[in-house]
């Protein structure tokens, strides 16, 4: 394992797979090293390439938003992503890309020892939870692997696209709430 700079300067220069041609920035992951939550997107976007920041689009004023419903702020949570560097046009990202990167989120887990890790879409979910992952069933649900407590949301992408699961997604938060104040030792 890979103390914080060393995974650091590892991400910025890789070239594990075809994302390194066409990416503006490596995008690390940002937020507190000892956070007992983590939240993970599938990769970044537009903004996200451009700035080397995680959710700092349209999506990541919307996941502020759902952060604050629930008395929680960047600053105490860690925010990453499956993929360190934009997939063209903001598609998915391939299997191989995943396997790619899938060393350093678990180096980044591993570091921060989260007690918590919220998956933000079905592309996170499937990778981190389970292959067959069904997020339109199983959001809100939770999972324990590892000894960590999993939850999958809708994304916040998702719910600008389709603001009718936006009720649904409240409940979710909700449930992720709840369990914070169950499990979390810092005060949220």
């Not at 592309?123 to 649900?141: N, P, Q, S, V």
Request: aromatic share 6%.
């Amino acid at each position: 394992m890979k103390n914080w700079d060393e995974l650091y300067a590892e991400c910025m220069s890789c070239r594990k797979c075809d994302l390194a041609e066409t990416r503006t920035n490596v995008v690390f992951g940002d937020g507190a090293r000892n956070a007992e939550i983590m939240f993970i997107g599938e990769g970044p976007g537009e903004q996200e390439d451009l700035t080397g920041l995680p959710f700092v689009g349209r999506a990541g004023k919307l996941l502020d938003d759902m952060l604050a419903m629930i008395d929680l702020d960047r600053s105490r949570v860690f925010v990453g992503n499956m993929v360190k560097c934009r997939p063209p046009q903001n598609r998915d990202p391939l299997n191989v890309e995943q396997e790619a990167c899938i060393g350093y989120l678990r180096n980044q887990v591993a570091l921060i020892k989260p007690k918590i890790i919220v998956c933000l879409g079905r592309i996170a979910a499937m990778k981190l939870i389970r292959e067959d992952f069904k997020i339109t069933r199983e959001h809100g649900k939770w999972f324990e692997k590892a000894g960590v407590q999993m939850i999958a949301l809708y994304h916040p992408s998702a719910l600008l696209r389709d603001p009718r699961k936006r009720p649904e997604s409240f409940e979710d938060l909700k449930i992720l709430q709840a369990k914070i104040r169950e499990i979390c030792d810092h005060t949220y």
